[in-house]
């Protein structure tokens, strides 16, 4: 039996995705230190990468866990039997720059959905994106964003392929080295658009 006082939000007895627990935050920071290693070593300064500090990065992880901002805010992570795979984080988004309102109604934003590249391919981000999906629409949430670096095809076509698609929105971040371009992609919730997972 799962001692989370959340249910297994989805998959198997080998497979699943539930939220996070205080004593995972290590493993989340592990996967976030090695996905970003691998996935972004051609967009982020090689000195952020190379001197990551994973236990910083845990201590925080540990807090969004534990003392999350708002009840909205949650950090779900996936497993292959005991061992942790991935993680989402997402909440209530925030508006940007020159946005006035949100007309599609309540929004939410993923800040990271990440699987560590050795167990990729074997549905854990689908799984994840499909609890993130389940517990936005249980929270009355209509539509679902997330920003991607402009040059991270894989994470692109994995969105596509959920029927994600760019809003029209991009940013430029200062990185300390060359300027990070992303690009915003949302998902309605309400089976008007994207409808999916």
């Known amino acids: 039996m799962d001692p989370s006082p959340f249910p ?18 290590a493993d989340i920071a592990r996967v976030q230190a090695v996905a970003w290693r691998t996935a972004y070593r051609s ?28 009840p909205g805010h949650l950090v779900l992570v996936a497993l292959e039997g005991s061992t942790v795979v991935g993680f989402t984080a997402f909440g ?14 309540a929004t939410a934003e993923i800040a990271t959905l990440l699987v560590e ?7 854990h981000g689908s799984r994840l994106l499909s609890a993130v999906v389940d517990l936005a629409r249980s929270q009355g949430v ?18 596509e392929s959920a029927g994600w698609e760019p ?7 200062d990185t300390g080295a060359a300027p990070l371009r992303e690009i915003r992609w949302h998902t309605l919730l309400d089976g008007t658009e994207g409808d999916q997972p």
Request: hydrophobic share 40%.
């Open 43 to 70: 967009v982020l300064p090689p000195e952020l990468l190379d001197t990551w500090d994973e236990d910083a990065a845990a201590q925080s992880w540990r807090t969004a866990v534990v003392s999350p901002p708002t």
């Open 167 to 173: 809003d029209g929105w991009a940013r430029t971040l």
């Open 117 to 123: 590249p050795r167990w990729g391919r074997r549905g």
């Open 142 to 159: 209509a539509r679902l964003r997330i920003w991607l670096p402009e040059s991270d095809a894989a994470s692109t076509s994995f969105l």
């Open 92 to 105: 209530p988004a925030e508006l940007g720059d020159g946005e006035t309102s949100d007309p599609a109604g």
């Open 8 to 25: 297994r939000l989805t998959g198997s007895a080998d497979v699943s995705v539930r939220p996070a627990r205080a004593e995972e935050a």
